[in-house]
T-cell receptor, first 109, second 118 residues
């Protein structure tokens, strides 16, 4: 069993839809990152969370430490949001990031 | 520039050739990480430096992989006698986290070097 699991693996939606990507983890963590990777592009850090909720523009990230679960939401999705979204956790015991496999999001116009 | 830079962006090597990949972290960042991302997969941790000290190299897949950061800034990942399975994107990231702080800090990623071994 992977220590970090994301769902769904692939998601295709129409422009304007509300998007939710989920991340569950099984290890003790000190922080959780949501990152975005465009095809052929680098990885961009969207959020780092250790509790609660963060919002940036149309992106919202939440984390429930007790349930070991985090969600990334995109409101009013747009084709430029199409990318791979990756959840990564910073283990409580060391500085290593454990990565999820990513969610490939395609937003159709 | 203000971000993490890597060079070259693309490298094609013949099997058996040695390659060197460079990472310039954000100035002043203490921590530097190397990751390997195979096609269609998430990044895998390779190694971690705090300043010039390589504190963790547990992710290096074989003794053909060697990383250094001699002056605590620029880092080089060297792969000797490259094999086809080494083909991947190699990502470098830096952060301000130092040993005293256990809380996670944002890692800033470079654009990666895409290595293709023929």
């Amino acid at each position: 069993k992977n220590e970090v699991e994301q769902s769904p693996q692939n998601l295709t939606a129409q422009e304007g839809e509300f998007i939710t990507i989920n991340c569950s983890y099984s290890v003790g963590i000190s922080a959780l990152h949501w990152l975005q990777q465009h095809p052929g592009g680098g990885i961009v850090s969207l959020f780092m969370l250790s509790s609660g909720k963060k919002k940036h523009g149309r992106l919202i990230a939440t984390i429930n430490i007790q349930e070991k679960h985090s969600s990334l939401h995109i409101t009013a999705s747009h084709p430029r949001d199409s990318a791979v979204y990756i959840c990564a956790v910073l283990m409580d015991s060391n500085y290593q990031l454990i990565w999820g496999a990513g969610t490939k999001l395609i937003i159709k116009p | 520039g203000a971000g993490v830079s890597q060079s070259p962006r693309y490298k094609v090597a013949k099997r058996g050739q040695d390659v060197a990949l460079r990472c310039d972290p954000i100035s002043g960042h203490v921590s530097l990480f190397w990751y390997q991302q195979a096609l269609g997969q998430g990044p895998e941790f390779l190694t971690y430096f705090q300043n010039e000290a390589q504190l963790d190299k547990s992710g290096l897949p074989s003794d053909r992989f060697f990383a250094e950061r001699p002056e605590g800034s620029v880092s080089t990942l060297k792969i000797q006698r490259t094999q086809q399975e080494d083909s991947a994107v190699y990502l470098c990231a830096s952060s301000t986290t130092d040993r005293g702080r256990r809380r996670g800090d944002t890692q800033y990623f470079g654009p990666g070097t895409r290595l293709t071994v023929l």
